[in-house]
């Protein structure tokens, strides 16, 4: 208070200096005081943050606190609140035996394509990090995925998967293979997605895995060829940690991600056949979209919302100390 009180700054645009005027030293410009200034900057730096927390508010917060109550709630058919309920929705999903079959399924999904989709990934970015004439192309190819959508992507390997001509069965046959039923049977249904979830997630995740690689100083890289390290151990023990937060931040993204894969199976499988693609986002769907059970629905996203902040927070807690920041 005492700063403010007694240390004026000039307005911009005037010196300390008091003018030299004719009409005397009460035509002078006014000083600004450090509380106005302040006041000002922090005025600014809200207007400049309004638009963010507006549309935060309307897409996120909003929906966020309409499903934390519409799940203490039975709706009708409009979505319009018909009885409460209390924590009922939570208990009928939790004994409900489709909860924990989607839950399954969701977690094959990840187990099938988070560490392939990675894998993948940091194998083509070892492959075109090499500064050799024509690896731009590649480069430009293999990061192609990330500008295809979900339903075009789907639409692609529909095709592909097409039992009759689908050009994967078309190979089979020329190696003497039976076809394969990919969206229609059981055993294959959930790996038909995963391939087609890791072909679409591998633009991103090799654009990643790339900018990490050459993130890493060339100098490193002539030590370890000064001391005779081969590729392959350069790789493993220099490459991979220094490139780990790289591989933290694609894991977690990764992760987040799968739990909410809808778009292809919707597309490709439906949840089928015989619930063998039904994930909890898809599960949730049905529920909140096709049964018009907006309460269950709402109750199951918020069951969804805990266990993905209980596994990122465990992600942070314990897979971050292996991380090693240069």
């Not at 070892?126 to 990061?143: C, E, V, W, Y």
Request: glycine share 8%; hydrophobic share 50%.
């Amino acid at each position: 208070m005492i700063m403010e009180k007694e240390f004026m700054l000039p307005s911009p645009g005037h010196s300390l200096t008091p003018p030299v005027s004719e009409a005397g030293p009460s035509t002078a410009a006014k000083p600004i005081s450090i509380k106005k200034t302040r006041r000002r900057e922090i005025m600014l730096a809200y207007a400049c943050l309004a638009p963010s927390l507006l549309i935060f508010g309307l897409f996120l917060f909003y929906p966020l606190l309409k499903s934390v109550y519409l799940s203490l709630f039975l709706t009708d058919p409009q979505g319009r609140v018909a009885e409460f309920v209390g924590f009922d929705n939570f208990k009928e999903i939790l004994a409900s035996e489709m909860f924990y079959t989607s839950f399954g399924n969701t977690l094959l999904f990840i187990v099938l394509t988070v560490p392939t989709g990675m894998a993948a990934a940091i194998l083509l970015a070892a492959l075109t990090h090499n500064k050799l004439k024509g690896m731009k192309i590649f480069r430009f190819i293999f990061s192609l995925p990330m500008a295809v959508s979900v339903g075009t992507g789907s639409m692609i390997w529909m095709i592909l998967y097409h039992p009759t001509m689908g050009m994967l069965n078309y190979f089979l046959s020329q190696l003497g293979t039976q076809p394969i039923q990919w969206l229609t049977d059981p055993k294959w249904a959930m790996i038909s997605v995963a391939i087609m979830t890791v072909w679409m997630n591998l633009g991103f995740n090799y654009i990643l895995m790339l900018s990490g690689m050459q993130g890493v100083s060339e100098d490193i890289y002539d030590s370890t060829k000064i001391d005779g390290s081969g590729p392959l151990r350069t790789f493993f023990r220099i490459t991979m940690p220094l490139i780990s937060p790289t591989l933290f931040f694609t894991s977690v993204v990764s992760v987040i991600g799968a739990f909410q894969a809808f778009g292809q199976i919707n597309i490709l499988t439906k949840g089928g056949p015989m619930n063998s693609t039904n994930v909890i986002v898809f599960n949730i769907y049905q529920d909140a979209f096709v049964n018009f059970r907006f309460g269950i629905g709402s109750a199951q996203a918020l069951i969804l919302f805990a266990i993905i902040l209980l596994l990122t927070v465990f992600q942070f807690k314990f897979v971050e100390k292996k991380v090693h920041y240069q």
